[in-house]
């Protein structure tokens, strides 16, 4: 008996855990909608939904729904792009329409029921696309280039050479990184650069001119 008592608490225990703990972390790519979802309660069980906003240097924004009055309320929401998906009583989901650079954040769906709470929270993480660029900037030397992209993509080359790479910040949160490298000798004739990001990883590859002609004019 006592070690039955100990389980049922233990078990208590867990699925108190359950309820209150489910954190996603979750990118998302700019310009494009999200839609986050509550924790699957079934509707009827609900007594008060409530959806939490923090995003960084911004008063942190409530909108909550009572199910009894079937009242919405909203506390410090200012960002019209995000709004509830229908009224809460068809779909307790929030949308982010169209989802901007400035939405990193915590973003937390609260539902209060008679069995207890449930949250289910995303750190929704803002992706942006970098545009990629490759050039020979002069003898033997390669620039590669991750414009404005968030997070800041990787860079790497076939075959290696020998490289300086640099990272720019951006003040809306982007980084522009750029790989510049040479190659001695005459035996690498053409390079691929390779940028990798969570957004989708891309290959450039450029052959490399000895600049010969230019060379002898120039003599
Ligand atoms: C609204 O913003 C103020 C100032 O940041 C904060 O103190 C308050 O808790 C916010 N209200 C809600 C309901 O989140
Ligand atoms: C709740 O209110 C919305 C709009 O205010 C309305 O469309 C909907 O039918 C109402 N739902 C219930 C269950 O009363
Ligand atoms: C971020 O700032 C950089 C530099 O001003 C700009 O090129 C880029 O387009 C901006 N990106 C976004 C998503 O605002
Ligand atoms: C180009 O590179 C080769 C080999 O590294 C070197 O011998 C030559 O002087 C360079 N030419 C110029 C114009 O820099
Ligand atoms: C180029 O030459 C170097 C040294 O002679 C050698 O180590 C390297 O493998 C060569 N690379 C290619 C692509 O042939
Ligand atoms: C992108 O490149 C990175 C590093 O090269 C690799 O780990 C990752 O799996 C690649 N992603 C895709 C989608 O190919």
Same mark, same amino acid.
């Given at each position: 008996?006592?070690?039955?008592?100990?389980?049922?608490?233990?078990?208590?225990?867990?699925?108190?855990?359950?309820?209150?703990?489910?954190?996603?972390?979750?990118?998302?790519?700019?310009?494009?909608?999200?839609?986050?979802?509550?924790?699957?309660?079934?509707?009827?069980?609900?007594?008060?939904?409530?959806?939490?906003?923090?995003?960084?240097?911004?008063?942190?924004?409530?909108?909550?729904?009572?199910?009894?009055?079937?009242?919405?309320?909203?506390?410090?929401?200012?960002?019209?792009?995000?709004?509830?998906?229908?009224?809460?009583?068809?779909?307790?989901?929030?949308?982010?329409?169209?989802?901007?650079?400035?939405?990193?954040? !915590?973003?937390?769906?609260?539902? &209060? #029921?008679?069995?207890?709470?449930? =949250?289910?929270?995303? %750190?929704?993480?803002?992706? *942006? +696309?970098?545009?990629?660029?490759?050039?020979?900037?002069?003898?033997?030397?390669?620039?590669?280039?991750?414009?404005?992209?968030?997070?800041?993509?990787?860079?790497?080359?076939?075959?290696?050479?020998?490289?300086?790479?640099?990272?720019? !910040?951006?003040?809306?949160?982007? &980084? #522009?990184?750029?790989?510049?490298? =040479?190659?001695?000798? %005459?035996?690498?004739?053409? *390079? +691929?650069?390779?940028?990798?990001?969570?957004?989708?990883?891309?290959?450039?590859?450029?052959?490399?001119?000895?600049?010969?002609?230019?060379?002898?004019?120039?003599?």
């Amino acid at each position: 008996m006592h070690t039955l008592g100990k389980m049922s608490a233990l078990r208590l225990l867990i699925s108190i855990i359950i309820m209150v703990s489910v954190n996603i972390s979750w990118p998302v790519l700019m310009d494009t909608n999200a839609v986050l979802c509550c924790p699957p309660i079934a509707f009827r069980n609900l007594i008060v939904i409530t959806w939490e906003i923090i995003i960084r240097g911004q008063p942190s924004c409530t909108k909550a729904y009572r199910k009894e009055t079937n009242e919405t309320k909203e506390a410090n929401c200012t960002d019209e792009r995000i709004t509830w998906v229908s009224t809460p009583d068809q779909n307790s989901d929030l949308q982010i329409h169209p989802v901007a650079i400035t939405h990193d954040g !915590y973003y937390r769906c609260m539902m &209060v #029921t008679p069995d207890g709470i449930f =949250h289910r929270g995303y %750190h929704l993480q803002v992706l *942006v +696309t970098p545009e990629v660029t490759l050039f020979e900037s002069r003898n033997r030397t390669a620039v590669c280039k991750a414009v404005a992209g968030k997070p800041a993509a990787q860079i790497s080359w076939i075959p290696e050479g020998d490289c300086a790479t640099k990272q720019e !910040y951006w003040g809306n949160g982007t &980084v #522009t990184v750029k790989s510049m490298c =040479h190659w001695e000798g %005459h035996n690498v004739s053409a *390079v +691929t650069c390779h940028v990798s990001h969570l957004t989708g990883n891309k290959s450039l590859y450029i052959k490399l001119n000895s600049h010969k002609c230019l060379f002898l004019v120039e003599e």
